[in-house]
């Protein structure tokens, strides 16, 4: 069991210009101490999704369990009890402006009437924590977006929650500030204990951060599964894409041929395991089969905490020895898939 439990949730909403359905039949499983992605492009769900878990929004249909406890049954009260140990931080940071950031993180523990001069002392261990003790006393609007974006993990801290929710928290910052607040997160996954759940439609963060993946698409889970096995063997359209995006997207993405030049052999992009990577197995193939292998792009990634090396290939128009080849790099440890030129575009 874990814990959070989503069965089978739908959600409808009715505006004025007719039913859209946000959610279709949407069954997900975190266990404690996961740091789980949710990903998808805008419009799938993810937002949604991520707000069914502490009842923010009300599923239309479903079951959503939180520490074994349906949401749907309890009374507000009960509700916001429960809200204490969920945490959630937002894309905007949400800060109260007209407050410094001691103040802002002290807020959530005055709600709870926690006395001033215990909440202060809470609140500075956390600033230590994400490294902002000495801007305790700076408003919001001096600071930079990756600091705010650290307040904001730090006052969703504050009630010492057992779930942080994070809904496109990354997706104002740069890379260089986006990979800071990925590793302040996984320190306080390890630190604590704490179940996250990351919300975003950037390939790069799943894989750098998250350990297991869901995919929506239009509200439908397409995909779901460790994220190193669906980075290897990606099966629906949605996750290729994904991955697609997350190559070709970053400055050190692998270099590829227009389209008009790649067309003529089959391609193939091949993801190395640990052990193979210290084989020279391209090397290998062109001797053991006499055929040129042509090399579009190769790249190494760091998928939850591994190096993935990447490679994009190209056999000969109607090489005899396709299958062989790719049954050589399969017995080596090495995923195999082929890819369509139209892909590369």
Same mark, same amino acid.
């Given at each position: 069991?874990?814990?959070?439990?989503?069965?089978?949730?739908? @959600?409808?909403?009715?505006? @004025?210009?007719?039913?859209?359905?946000?959610?279709?039949?949407?069954?997900?499983?975190?266990?404690?101490?996961?740091?789980?992605?949710?990903?998808?492009?805008?419009?799938?769900? #993810?937002?949604?999704?991520?707000?069914?878990?502490?009842?923010?929004?009300?599923?239309?249909?479903?079951?959503? #369990?939180?520490?074994?406890?349906?949401?749907?049954?309890?009374?507000?009260?009960?509700?916001?009890?429960?809200?204490?140990?969920?945490?959630?931080?937002?894309?905007?940071?949400?800060?109260?402006?007209?407050?410094?950031?001691?103040?802002?993180?002290?807020?959530?523990?005055? +709600?709870?009437?926690?006395?001033?001069?215990?909440?202060?002392? #809470?609140?500075?261990?956390?600033?230590?924590?994400?490294?902002?003790?000495?801007?305790?006393?700076?408003?919001?609007?001096?600071?930079?977006?990756?600091?705010?974006?650290?307040?904001?993990?730090?006052?969703?801290?504050?009630?010492?929650? @057992? +779930?942080?929710?994070?809904?496109?928290?990354?997706?104002?910052?740069?890379?260089?500030?986006?990979?800071?607040?990925?590793?302040?997160?996984?320190? +306080?996954?390890? #630190?604590?204990? +704490?179940?996250?759940?990351?919300?975003?439609?950037?390939?790069?963060?799943?894989?750098?951060?998250?350990?297991?993946?869901?995919?929506?698409?239009?509200?439908?889970?397409?995909?779901?599964?460790?994220?190193?096995?669906?980075?290897?063997?990606?099966?629906?359209?949605?996750? @290729?894409?994904?991955?697609?995006?997350?190559?070709?997207?970053?400055?050190?993405a692998p270099v590829r041929r227009p389209v008009s030049q790649v067309r003529e052999g089959k391609t193939f992009r091949i993801v190395f395991t640990e052990n193979s990577?210290?084989?020279?197995?391209?090397?290998?193939?062109?001797?053991?089969?006499?055929?040129?292998?042509?090399?579009?792009?190769a790249n190494t990634r760091n998928v939850s905490g591994i190096a993935r090396g990447e490679m994009l290939l190209?056999?000969?128009?109607?090489?005899?020895?396709?299958?062989?080849?790719?049954?050589?790099?399969?017995?080596?440890?090495?995923?195999?898939?082929?890819?369509?030129?139209?892909?590369?575009?």
């Amino acid at each position: 069991m874990g814990v959070i439990e989503i069965s089978h949730v739908s @959600k409808c909403f009715s505006p @004025k210009e007719g039913e859209v359905h946000a959610l279709k039949d949407v069954s997900v499983s975190i266990e404690a101490g996961d740091i789980y992605g949710i990903i998808g492009m805008s419009g799938a769900g #993810k937002s949604t999704l991520v707000r069914c878990m502490n009842y923010l929004e009300r599923p239309t249909e479903g079951s959503v #369990k939180v520490f074994n406890q349906e949401l749907g049954a309890l009374s507000e009260k009960e509700l916001r009890k429960m809200r204490q140990d969920i945490g959630m931080i937002f894309q905007h940071f949400n800060l109260l402006m007209q407050k410094n950031v001691l103040e802002n993180v002290c807020y959530p523990l005055y +709600i709870q009437g926690v006395k001033r001069r215990e909440a202060r002392v #809470k609140a500075m261990e956390l600033l230590e924590l994400v490294g902002l003790a000495d801007r305790a006393k700076t408003y919001p609007a001096k600071l930079s977006g990756g600091q705010q974006q650290r307040v904001a993990i730090a006052r969703a801290l504050a009630s010492n929650p @057992k +779930i942080l929710l994070c809904d496109e928290a990354t997706s104002a910052l740069d890379p260089q500030t986006t990979a800071s607040i990925l590793e302040l997160l996984k320190e +306080i996954n390890e #630190k604590f204990g +704490i179940t996250i759940v990351i919300i975003t439609h950037q390939m790069a963060v799943v894989r750098e951060i998250c350990n297991r993946v869901t995919i929506l698409s239009s509200g439908v889970v397409v995909e779901e599964g460790e994220v190193a096995e669906v980075f290897k063997h990606p099966k629906s359209p949605e996750a @290729k894409e994904l991955i697609r995006r997350d190559l070709s997207g970053e400055v050190d993405a692998p270099v590829r041929r227009p389209v008009s030049q790649v067309r003529e052999g089959k391609t193939f992009r091949i993801v190395f395991t640990e052990n193979s990577s210290y084989e020279p197995v391209i090397s290998n193939v062109i001797m053991q089969f006499m055929e040129p292998v042509n090399i579009l792009g190769a790249n190494t990634r760091n998928v939850s905490g591994i190096a993935r090396g990447e490679m994009l290939l190209q056999l000969i128009p109607d090489s005899k020895h396709e299958a062989d080849i790719v049954a050589y790099l399969e017995e080596r440890g090495i995923a195999v898939e082929e890819v369509n030129a139209d892909e590369l575009e």
